[in-house]
């Protein structure tokens, strides 16, 4: 039995178990609670979508992404391609917010995907728009707040947001682009002109707030023609008799078969809208497609048209091509264009024929549509080489094509055309057709896009490279008297001349950023390479001084 000493102590030691158990008790309780707690906030950071940049940002960042239309060539065609291995970073937080903006934008996803946000951002952008759909990806936009003493200038800065140019851009395509005008870039940016370098930071301001007068239409008012080129001339008219008069008071005296057609074009003050176009000729001679050879001038065709061609196709000038003839060749696209507007290759050349296609070269781009409608390419060049080949002496007929880009290939099968051609002739076309496709190849910006070759803008300027007359060896007779006449670094001249058979002929754009004109300059002469060389000096005088533009 136990005594009383015995029996507190039985007690004290229950009294430590029940209150042990307790302990046990809230501890399990605790630990539950803070499970439940940790799972709770991890499902809620499963469910919540990772931060995207607002529409508008990756919108005006399609520029600078590599593969995107406004990006120069920049990779091989090994590469693969940039859509399958996306690398689209965030945009960088700036350091400090402006004062007015109380709010961050919210940005909402239905579903992400890194390669879908990079395919979004390449697409076209359409001047002012906002949250565009690519499939089921979304983007919508939330609207900034301020605080009720914010200022016109920091609401405007709050809603800002950066472009960085790249090779290619001009301030008024800039601004059309992101549905602005370039004075509101210029004032945002406090710029005293419309100059802009490679890498240079532009504040892009919110311009769907700004008044009527201000979102005036960059090119709507400007009274460029619609129509079809030769439509147009034949309303407007070609002035066959004051270019003559001109060229002989500078004592020109012509030589056998001369020919030649000025195209004049003004600008607006900021040179992004076309305001007049005029047309001079000698003595009516623009329009003849026959009686004479332009040799390859005509190369210049082909190389839009193939360019065209594969763009249509999903690739660039950068992908590789090969030709499966009896003899295969491979290159790239951009290297075959070169070769045949720069040197002058004329087996290059019929490759670039054979990749445009003889139907959609003479269906498509020589036709009213693009106010070339007097010019066909129907033989090869020089046929004895390009037969030992096992070509074909014509230019309907092509072997398998196959190009690759990355990881995308298509094989063109093999053709032979039956389509109607205009002349007999190896080639033939009008000195009117040839400045037709320097008027929409070297002002594809300032256009309207109806008169458009649309051609891709890296390949666009792969062309316009290739016909710099700083890069040619030969051919340059005409624009070495252009250079001497206008003594001037800043004047640059693309051109692409022709010799065959005692012909030379060559097209010839003038860019001279003193002035708000520029002009392309058509000739043919007969017999030699120094046909020409007295009437170029005497339209340079006739340019450069001013005189054509005092005409009436």
């Not at 391609?81 to 940005?107: F, G, H, Y």
């Not at 007929?397 to 995308?408: A, Q, Y």
């Not at 800043?490 to 058979?501: D, M």
Request: include cysteine; charge should be positive.
């Amino acid at each position: 039995m136990l005594d009383r000493r015995d029996s507190q102590l039985l007690f004290k030691t229950h009294k430590r178990r029940k209150n042990s158990t307790g302990y046990v008790i809230f501890a399990l309780f605790a630990i539950g609670i803070a499970l439940i707690v940790i799972a709770t906030v991890n499902s809620r950071k499963k469910a919540v979508e990772p931060e995207l940049p607002e529409s508008r940002t990756i919108t005006q960042h399609a520029s600078a992404i590599p593969g995107s239309d406004d990006f120069a060539p920049h990779a091989s065609p090994d590469e693969p391609d940039p859509v399958q291995a996306p690398a689209l970073e965030k945009p960088k937080k700036s350091k400090k917010a402006p004062k007015a903006q109380l709010d961050q934008p919210n940005t909402e996803v239905n579903a992400t995907s890194s390669a879908a946000m990079y395919a979004f951002a390449r697409q076209p952008v359409a001047p002012g728009a906002i949250g565009p759909k690519i499939g089921k990806y979304t983007v919508i936009q939330t609207p900034l707040k301020y605080s009720e003493n914010a200022s016109p200038e920091a609401i405007a800065a709050a809603e800002a947001t950066t472009y960085v140019v790249v090779a290619g851009d001009i301030l008024g395509r800039i601004a059309q682009k992101h549905g602005c005008s370039i004075a509101q870039i210029q004032k945002a940016n406090r710029m005293p002109n419309d100059q802009i370098k490679i890498g240079q930071k532009l504040l892009i301001p919110n311009c769907s707030n700004s008044t009527e007068e201000e979102q005036k239409p960059l090119v709507a008012e400007a009274p460029v023609p619609t129509a079809p080129r030769g439509k147009w001339w034949k309303r407007v008219g070609v002035n066959t008799t004051e270019l003559p008069k001109l060229m002989a008071a500078e004592g020109f005296k012509p030589p056998q078969k001369f020919m030649a057609f000025i195209l004049e074009l003004t600008f607006d003050e900021t040179r992004q809208v076309v305001t007049r176009e005029r047309a001079f000729d000698y003595k009516g001679t623009s329009s003849l497609n026959s009686g004479w050879n332009p040799a390859s001038a005509v190369k210049i065709f082909a190389a839009i048209a193939a360019l065209r061609r594969i763009d249509e196709l999903g690739f660039t000038s950068r992908a590789k091509v090969t030709f499966n003839g009896k003899k295969p060749y491979s290159t790239t696209v951009g290297a075959l264009i070169e070769a045949a507007i720069i040197n002058s290759d004329n087996i290059a050349y019929n490759r670039v024929v054979q990749l445009a296609s003889f139907d959609k070269l003479h269906k498509e781009i020589l036709t009213g549509k693009f106010g070339i409608a007097q010019t066909a390419l129907n033989r090869a060049y020089e046929q004895t080489k390009w037969k030992s080949l096992g070509e074909d002496p014509s230019l309907r007929v092509s072997p398998e094509i196959v190009l690759t880009e990355g990881k995308k290939t298509t094989k063109i099968p093999a053709a032979n055309s039956k389509a109607n051609a205009l002349c007999s002739s190896g080639a033939c076309t009008s000195l009117q057709d040839l400045a037709e496709s320097s008027r929409r190849l070297m002002l594809q910006e300032q256009l309207p896009e109806s008169e458009s070759f649309n051609l891709r803008h890296e390949d666009l300027l792969v062309l316009r490279r290739a016909m710099r007359s700083a890069d040619r060896t030969r051919g340059t007779e005409m624009v070495d008297r252009f250079a001497t006449v206008f003594n001037d670094n800043r004047v640059k001249f693309y051109s692409k001349p022709g010799f065959s058979e005692d012909w030379f002929t060559d097209n010839v754009y003038i860019f001279d950023p003193r002035y708000n004109q520029a002009w392309i300059v058509v000739m043919s002469g007969y017999p030699g390479r120094s046909s020409l060389n007295s009437a170029a000096t005497a339209i340079a005088k006739i340019i450069s001084s001013g005189k054509l533009r005092k005409i009436p």
